[in-house]
């Protein structure tokens, strides 16, 4: 199914009954990104999710993007779901996508939850060197090996095999533009909601695995400290992909915040 928000197309699909909650996800996954979270939480829920402009089947409008920009993307979606009011779930800058949500139209979000997210550079923890240094190496290396490099940094310490194919299977099969990935690259690394997060009202989780080499679990800590009526919690161990390591940990989380 498509959304448009102006003259953007955005992607989208839905799977379960209940009460709805919005899959928002971060650089470089599209909506596939959610594969093992879907199943769980469409046990009770009506799980909406999409992929962001720049990648998928979405249209790669010129960048550079802004979180607040794809924001007005994620509300399109619940217009086209004919949706008024959802939990809202993000992780990475799929998180400040939902925090920008939040602040933007807090009539429209339930309960929040944001996974290994950031409040931006103002307030927040700089990325970590293991992905500092990757970045650096990256234009280097050959695509495949590229992708496979940077999904392992994503995982924990001693990434599953399984997990590391399942992910790169996908992101080979459907690589994305890379002005796509720049321009939602731009969108992550000028995002800075330290100064408004404590205007977030929704009641909040946050998730973060202290293995994260990504965005420093830390981050998840300083938003804790920002955002009124939250919760955080660490797994350890667990890498950027958290969800897809112990997807039964953090799916538990997740229901028991939003009941």
Same mark, same amino acid.
Do not use: K
């Given at each position: 199914?498509?959304?448009?928000?102006?003259?953007?197309?955005?992607?989208?699909?839905?799977?379960?009954?209940?009460?709805?909650?919005?899959?928002?996800?971060?650089?470089?996954?599209?909506?596939?990104?959610?594969?093992?979270?879907?199943?769980?939480?469409?046990?009770?829920?009506?799980?909406?999710?999409?992929?962001?402009?720049?990648? %998928?089947?979405?249209?790669?409008?010129?960048?550079?993007?802004?979180?607040?920009?794809?924001?007005?993307?994620?509300?399109?979606?619940?217009?086209?779901?004919?949706?008024?009011?959802?939990?809202?779930?993000?992780?990475?800058?799929?998180?400040?996508?939902?925090?920008?949500?939040?602040?933007?139209?807090?009539?429209? $979000?339930?309960?929040? $939850?944001?996974?290994?997210?950031?409040?931006?550079?103002?307030?927040?923890?700089?990325?970590?060197?293991?992905?500092?240094?990757?970045?650096?190496?990256?234009?280097?290396?050959?695509? !495949?090996?590229?992708?496979?490099?940077?999904?392992?940094?994503?995982?924990?310490?001693?990434?599953?095999?399984?997990?590391?194919?399942?992910?790169?299977?996908?992101?080979?099969?459907?690589?994305?533009?890379?002005?796509?990935?720049?321009?939602?690259?731009?969108?992550?690394?000028?995002?800075?909601?330290?100064?408004?997060? !404590?205007?977030?009202?929704?009641?909040?989780?946050?998730?973060?695995?202290?293995?994260?080499? $990504?965005?420093?679990?830390?981050?998840?800590?300083?938003?804790?400290?920002?955002?009124?009526?939250?919760? $955080?919690?660490?797994?350890?161990? %667990?890498?950027?992909?958290?969800?897809?390591?112990?997807?039964?940990?953090? !799916?538990?989380?997740?229901?028991?915040?939003?009941?």
């Amino acid at each position: 199914m498509i959304a448009t928000n102006g003259d953007i197309a955005i992607a989208w699909e839905e799977v379960g009954r209940g009460d709805p909650v919005l899959l928002i996800h971060g650089l470089g996954y599209a909506r596939w990104g959610w594969e093992p979270l879907v199943p769980l939480l469409a046990e009770r829920y009506r799980v909406i999710s999409f992929d962001n402009r720049g990648i %998928g089947e979405s249209a790669v409008p010129p960048g550079p993007y802004s979180a607040s920009a794809m924001a007005g993307d994620a509300l399109a979606v619940l217009d086209a779901a004919r949706v008024e009011r959802a939990h809202v779930v993000g992780t990475s800058l799929g998180g400040m996508i939902a925090q920008e949500v939040a602040l933007a139209a807090p009539d429209r $979000v339930g309960r929040l $939850v944001l996974i290994c997210s950031t409040p931006g550079a103002t307030g927040g923890h700089p990325m970590p060197e293991a992905t500092v240094r990757l970045l650096g190496e990256a234009a280097g290396l050959p695509p !495949g090996v590229a992708v496979r490099r940077f999904v392992e940094n994503a995982l924990g310490p001693e990434p599953d095999p399984s997990i590391v194919e399942r992910i790169v299977g996908h992101r080979l099969a459907r690589p994305q533009d890379p002005a796509g990935w720049a321009a939602q690259a731009a969108a992550g690394m000028t995002y800075d909601a330290a100064g408004r997060a !404590g205007s977030i009202a929704a009641p909040t989780l946050l998730v973060a695995g202290t293995a994260d080499r $990504v965005v420093d679990c830390r981050n998840s800590v300083v938003l804790s400290e920002l955002i009124p009526d939250s919760t $955080v919690r660490l797994i350890p161990d %667990g890498g950027h992909l958290v969800f897809w390591e112990q997807p039964r940990a953090v !799916g538990d989380l997740i229901i028991g915040h939003l009941g």
